[in-house]
């Protein structure tokens, strides 16, 4: 079975300075890897996926990620953080036709 | 606008009525996801529907179960609901099975007290 691990529960971080999320998976093939935020009391919306090609992928909002095969990891980060980043974000993995399978988020603080 | 919405937003309801849950998407997507999100616990998979009358158990469907009469519709039924399944469901869909394109719908909170 499949999982996906972010070790992270909590972040905080000052406005302008860079973020790093963590993320490592457990699986046996090539999954999609996913990054989604999610704001208060809203559904999650895409940051970035990957399946192949260049491991640094870009997302939305400055947003980057990397894979790492050998790693099993796919770690978000950004460069300068702004307060609207403030949410919470979730790793996801998905092996073909199982729907999604997701950590259990990181909630990230900016503060000013 | 391409969308999944969910019906309704918030619902309380007492332990043993019964729940229904609503979720429709526009984009002729084949594949739909029932979701339920807690706490420490992340969002856990309840059922798949792959299309019209072809669904199967996600994680944890144990007190759930599901109807998918058009392929825009997929429903989620709690017949005589629990306090633990006091959640916030999120309804998803893709293409198809092998898309990597999810669409989430923005959640109903149930309270079942």
């Known amino acids: 079975a499949q999982s996906v691990t972010q070790p992270d529960a909590r972040v905080t971080v000052s406005e302008g300075a860079s973020l790093q999320l963590r993320c490592k998976y457990s699986?046996?093939?090539?999954?999609?890897l996913f990054w989604y935020v999610q704001y208060p009391r809203q559904g999650l919306q895409l940051l970035l996926k990957?399946?192949?090609?260049?491991?640094v992928v870009q997302g939305v909002n400055g947003f980057e990620a990397e894979f790492s095969k050998s790693n099993s990891s796919f770690h978000l980060r950004k460069a300068s953080v702004h307060w609207s980043d403030s949410a919470v974000y979730f790793c996801a993995l998905s092996p073909y036709a199982q729907g999604l399978t997701f950590g259990l988020g990181t909630r990230v603080s900016v503060f000013p | 606008d391409m969308k999944v919405t969910q019906m309704p937003r918030y619902l309380i309801k007492r332990m043993g009525e019964n729940v229904l849950l609503e979720c429709g998407q526009d984009?002729?997507?084949?594949?739909m996801y029932w979701y339920r999100q807690d706490p420490g616990l992340g969002l856990q998979l309840i059922y798949i529907s792959y299309d019209v009358d072809s669904n199967s158990e996600g994680d944890i469907p144990k007190g759930y179960r599901v109807s998918r009469k058009k392929r825009e519709h997929f429903s989620l039924i709690l017949d005589s609901a629990k306090t633990n399944q006091t959640s916030v469901y999120f309804c998803?869909?893709?293409?198809?099975?092998?898309?990597?394109?999810?669409?989430f719908g923005s959640g109903t909170r149930l309270l079942v007290i």
């Open positions: 990957y399946y192949s090609g260049d491991p």
């Open positions: 984009m002729s997507h084949e594949t």
């Open positions: 699986y046996s093939g090539t999954p999609y």
């Open positions: 998803a869909s893709s293409p198809g099975t092998g898309s990597s394109d999810y669409t």
